[in-house]
């Protein structure tokens, strides 16, 4: 699948969050966003990579960077996560993984012998004209928003 990279278009998205609302890339024309992807919400990779950006988000809001998570999980099962953890931002439910696909996250996987698909754990930042910034694949947990802050400095 093919990857993303700087100066790409981001691919358009519309998807339901946790609260039922449906956030789509259009809403944040004019502005910068951080779309995350990791694989289940309530795991402990993703707890720590979503609670870094929560913890975050004052230093991104005050260069103009909105916040989106995204997950093949329902959207019950992200409000649980948000409400567990205070994350505060919206949560995606890409239950089809039309979006994972779209930003070349949802690949191929191995545990324990055992290979399955499902997402690759990555970061984007898209500018206020819809392009990427800075894409990050394969990112850990703990430095998606270090990968954020650099992209920063670079746009």
Known sequence: MPQLKAG?????????????????????????LLIYFYPKANTPGCTIQSCHVRDARPTLAKQGVAVVG????????????????????????????AMAEAYGVWGEKSMYGRKYFGIIRSAFL??????????????????????AMAALKKA
């Not at 093949?72 to 890409?94: M, R």
Request: charged share 25%; glycine share 10%; no cysteine.
């Open 126 to 147: 898209v500018d206020g004209k819809g392009k990427i910034a800075g894409a990050r694949y394969r990112v850990s947990p703990g430095d998606t928003v270090p990968e």
């Open 70 to 97: 995204v997950s093949p999980d329902k959207p019950t099962a992200q409000q649980k996560f948000d409400e567990k953890y205070g994350l505060g931002f919206p949560l995606l439910a890409d239950t089809e993984h």
């Open 8 to 32: 790409d278009k981001a691919p358009a998205f519309s998807l339901q969050d946790q609260s039922g609302a449906t956030v789509s890339l259009a809403q944040f024309k004019g502005q910068q």
